[in-house]
């Protein structure tokens, strides 16, 4: 059974650059969950889904930062234009309704110059 | 609001020794607690979970904690220390909704030969 699946693993992008990170969350899954992990901040909810439809996005941090859902099998994170301060690890996870586990994905880890 | 904190943001024990993590939570709801373990270059993953059953949790790799709730705590612990049980510790709370988890900063835990 696959688990969470996310690409790239590695992005080295410009700043100023856009950035498109993708994940499929576990089939059945109905909630996907995007973190983002840095030394300074630690793991951060940036935006959750519920059957494709955004819940809370409270975390994101600025307009920069974008998230869709187009079906249940994939989502985006985009960051248009990138920063250098946008540098961490990228996770997605997916979880079932009324299970509260999540499982995550490897995570992306991106560089912005 | 839901919120736990790790103490310690770096445990080093001898191979072979006890390892105590802590975490303590504020919930304002039956609470619903969670360690997740996160090994180097990895998403994260469940090692236990408590929900209101035993207060007394066993997990994967032979860790296991116990809800106090009296204390609010839920440390985790384990006899005996192997070296490939180093990695970053995550101690985490059901959020206001069902789905959401608050993670706490990470406790990074090395194994000294």
């Known amino acids: 059974d696959a688990g969470v699946i996310q690409s790239p693993r590695h992005e080295v992008t410009e700043m100023g650059q856009e950035v498109t990170l993708r994940c499929k969350p576990i089939?059945?899954?109905?909630?996907l969950f995007w973190y983002r992990q840095t030394m300074m901040r630690g793991l951060e909810l940036l935006i959750y889904?519920?059957?494709?439809?955004?819940?809370?996005d409270s975390g994101m941090p600025e307009d920069r930062f974008s998230a869709k859902m187009p079906n249940a099998s994939f989502s985006t994170l985009k960051i248009q234009p990138s920063e250098p301060r946008d540098s961490a690890v990228y996770f997605c996870?997916?979880?079932?309704?009324?299970?509260?586990?999540?499982?995550f994905g490897p995570g992306t880890r991106l560089l912005v110059l | 609001a839901q919120s736990v904190t790790q103490l310690g943001s770096h445990v080093s024990v001898s191979e072979g020794a006890l390892v105590l993590l802590r975490c303590n939570y504020s919930?304002?709801?039956?609470?619903?607690l969670f360690w997740y373990v996160q090994y180097p270059n990895q998403g994260l993953q469940l090692l236990l979970k408590?929900?209101?059953?035993?207060?007394l949790v066993k997990g994967i790799n032979g860790f296991e904690a116990e809800f106090k709730k009296s204390e609010t705590s839920f440390h985790l612990t384990k006899p005996s220390a192997h070296m490939s049980d180093a990695a970053e510790y995550f101690c985490?709370?059901?959020?206001?909704?069902?789905?959401?988890?608050?993670f706490g900063s990470g406790t990074r835990l090395s194994i000294r030969p």
């Open positions: 985490a709370v059901r959020g206001n909704s069902a789905s959401k988890i608050i």
């Open positions: 408590y929900t209101s059953a035993a207060t």
């Open positions: 889904f519920n059957n494709n439809v955004p819940i809370d």
């Open positions: 919930s304002s709801v039956p609470p619903y």
């Open positions: 996870a997916s979880s079932l309704a009324g299970r509260e586990t999540q499982y």
């Open positions: 089939s059945g899954h109905d909630y």
